[in-house]
């Protein structure tokens, strides 16, 4: 994981996620499956509220095709929010490569990595991305 | 509705809830089961993380027994966050009455009721509720 | 609840529903917005997937306006499915009420209702029931 | 994919799972995060289920530590419900592999691999898989 600690966190994207109640299964730990939401959040926050907010153009459509996930350590319920740290890798001209930490100051409890292709929703096709999205991207690539 | 308007707002408990993808359905808005858990994020936020992170004595263990929801007005995916305002009404030894609306400054997208009982989990039989819990609950009530 | 008694099984919607793991929250028990799941499943059968097998004319658009729901009795995991038996009562030119119990043969463990208004999708408003709504309704009510 | 054809099928697990409507997501197919709630649904059929119906000894603890997960074809609503079957590789003292497709007779939806390890509940610690519990994966593996 050398290369993670060498990356300075400004390139990283942050989202605060609040354990919900929801969340916690009976094992009395955040289950599996709901990790992905938290994924999803935080890639909704990047993709779609944040660029809202700035008023920026929106990306044109965006489809998962693979998740890859790593489960490193439970996590119970706590007061205060974890953070799903997000960034950019392997930038195509159709598809881009997340990766992710969801994980508090001391402990990591999941990494993962997510292929994202760029998608016409309207053609029901694959699409190139275009240069505004291109440039968002590299605000949080390596 | 004459009541909720002269109740002063400082007397309700607000949770800021962000709208997030999972929550829309096929339809575009927010499905009318998710908004049940806009009620029970804002319920574990009153019960468990302010309590939490006042260091205060948490609630020893309460149970759902009815709710009302009645859902008034549409509500699809926004970038600012949706007010779950939530008061207290008819305090009794061994139960209360939460009420909740969903809103935002200009619109009122949720109106919604729950009876909540005190139940000792480990007896697996109701309870009484303690003097601190008491205390609490009337902090929101009218 | 005389009136369920008398009413015979026969004009009751049943849905077999599964008791998933994901239903089952901290405390052991099936959590209660996880059961509003269930009532909407039943009504995905009962007027989507029951329809569309029979080749029958879908329903032209339905939104929940209200939802009362009651907690009768803990749910845990079990192997066996419960019964979630639904019908019609209440109806309007606009909507219609349905009534459901979650339930197995020797158990009652929810018993909600719901307030269901007929829904022009594409105009976003409201419209009326259609005949052939009318007479499929008609087959769960009373 | 070659392996996958030259397994007989009926080595697989096969769990029917009904598309339910909080599958469906506002771009009108299956969300990716609700897959792997189908991966779960299937699990807890061939774990806890399947083992109570037959009345025989259950696993003594399960987690899942890496889901791999390929997203082949988009899944819309449909009256019949598809197949998840399921296998196990990699058979170790303590854990396994599972593999899985969602799927009908004509297309493959998903594809997917998770890491699962035997863990010790009460103590919170790894464990050694059980001779039932080796006995009942080899039914399922290659």
Chains 1, 2, 3, 4 share one sequence.
Not at 12 to 24: E, G, P, Q, S
Not at 86 to 109: H, N, S
């Amino acid at each position: 994981m050398a290369d993670v600690v060498e990356r300075t966190p400004a390139q990283r994207h942050i989202y605060l996620r609040t354990v919900r109640f929801a969340d916690i299964d009976s094992q009395g730990h955040v289950n599996n499956v709901r990790f992905l939401d938290y994924l999803e959040d935080a890639r909704f926050g990047m993709f779609a509220i944040d660029l809202h907010k700035a008023g920026e153009e929106p990306f044109k459509g965006l489809v998962v095709t693979r998740h890859e996930i790593d489960y490193r350590r439970p996590l119970s319920f706590r007061a205060d929010p974890v953070r799903v740290e997000t960034w950019v890798e392997e930038i195509r001209p159709v598809r881009f490569t997340l990766r992710y930490e969801i994980r508090d100051d001391e402990q990591l409890y999941v990494t993962a990595k997510s292929v994202i292709a760029a998608y016409d929703v309207e053609r029901a096709a694959p699409r190139r991305l275009g240069e505004g999205e291109l440039t968002y991207l590299k605000r949080y690539s390596v």
